[in-house]
């Protein structure tokens, strides 16, 4: 029976392959404390005392949150859009989108910078963004760009607020971030967009007479 047994073993093993060590194979299943919260910063040696660390990261933390949700109503928006304007604006929101990403990972690394926890989950984020959530239907075009422009215009008050305290407290890396970054992409975009709800006459001309370029 032994024999059969161990037979039976090696029948399987060289069926199925060598097994490797138990020091390589994956760790699965795996929990532990929490080692920070979100409420404070480690020690980082960058020249900066720690209540300014904290401060900072607490602003970017906002900015981060109000970000990523721009960044989701722009992809909401380039998959919605509808009309004749769908092209252009199809394109644009997933442009505005690629470039608002690029933003959440700039300011969530120097969030991590400063020594603080970078606000990454779906949850949290909806506790802490300011901007008004979009309903989950369909929306006429007009209203998703001022739904874009009024959360532009969130973040740059918060962007511009935070840069004149980080450069008073001599945080230069995040007063650098948010106008380099933050700040002038957002003012770009803004530009973009805004000018699709400009009520401009696209084929007969406005002269003023009434007439409106008639003969």
Not at 146 to 161: G, M, S, V, Y
Request: aromatic share 4%; net charge negative.
């Amino acid at each position: 029976m032994a024999a059969k047994q161990q037979h039976n073993g090696q029948q399987t093993q060289q069926q199925g392959g060598k097994q490797a060590s138990q020091e390589a194979q994956l760790r699965m299943g795996q929990r532990g404390r929490i080692i920070q919260s979100p409420d404070t910063v480690r020690r980082m040696p960058i020249a900066l005392p720690d209540e300014v660390r904290l401060q900072n990261a607490q602003g970017l933390n906002q900015i981060l949150a109000d970000t990523i949700m721009l960044y989701n109503m722009y992809k909401k928006h380039h998959w919605q859009v509808s009309g004749h304007t769908f092209y252009q604006l199809h394109l644009l929101f997933d442009k505005h989108a690629a470039e608002q990403l690029e933003l959440v990972d700039l300011i969530a690394e120097r969030i991590q910078l400063l020594g603080g926890v970078a606000v990454g989950m779906p949850h949290d984020v909806a506790e802490r963004t300011i901007i008004e959530r979009p309903p989950a239907g369909v929306e006429e075009v007009p209203v998703m760009i001022d739904r874009l422009l009024e959360a532009h215009e969130q973040i740059l008050r918060e962007c511009r607020e935070l840069a004149d305290k980080a450069d008073e407290n001599h945080d230069q890396g995040t007063n650098d971030l948010l106008v380099s970054d933050v700040i002038r992409t957002n003012e770009l975009q803004v530009w973009f967009v805004g000018e699709h709800v400009v009520d401009s006459p696209a084929v007969i001309a406005n002269d003023g007479t009434g007439q409106n370029g008639t003969r």
